[in-house]
């Protein structure tokens, strides 16, 4: 990952660099308070509006029911709702079929 980032960054030195991303990486992983950030974790893609709508494109069918939405300064594309609660519904009702009273 980082060697695709610093194609952005040329002409700054590949290894300064690295030492530069594993200072960052560090210093966020130290905070007290690490969070799992919604937008990051319940999203299919997290990005700018270009970004976001070419995935959903490139996802053909399977991206017709899913939402672009602005959260702060980026995109992200979600789940629908309704979709997520049919999936959550069968897999409920597989394991309640699956269960047995003793």
Same mark, same amino acid.
């Given at each position: ?16 660099? @690295? #030492?530069?991303?594993? @200072? ?25 509006? @270009? ?42 009702? #597989? ?8």
């Amino acid at each position: 990952m980082c060697a695709e980032l610093h194609h952005y960054l040329k002409p700054y030195p590949l290894t300064a660099f @690295q #030492a530069e991303h594993r @200072q960052w990486v560090i210093a966020e992983l130290s905070i007290a308070s690490v969070r799992r950030e919604a937008s990051w974790t319940e999203s299919i893609a997290v990005g700018s509006r @270009q970004y976001v709508e070419g995935v959903k494109e490139k996802l053909g069918i399977r991206g017709k029911d899913r939402r672009c939405a602005a959260e702060g300064d980026h995109y992200q594309l979600r789940e629908s709702a309704a979709s997520y609660n049919v999936e959550m519904d069968m897999e409920m009702a #597989a394991l309640s079929d699956n269960t047995v009273d003793y």
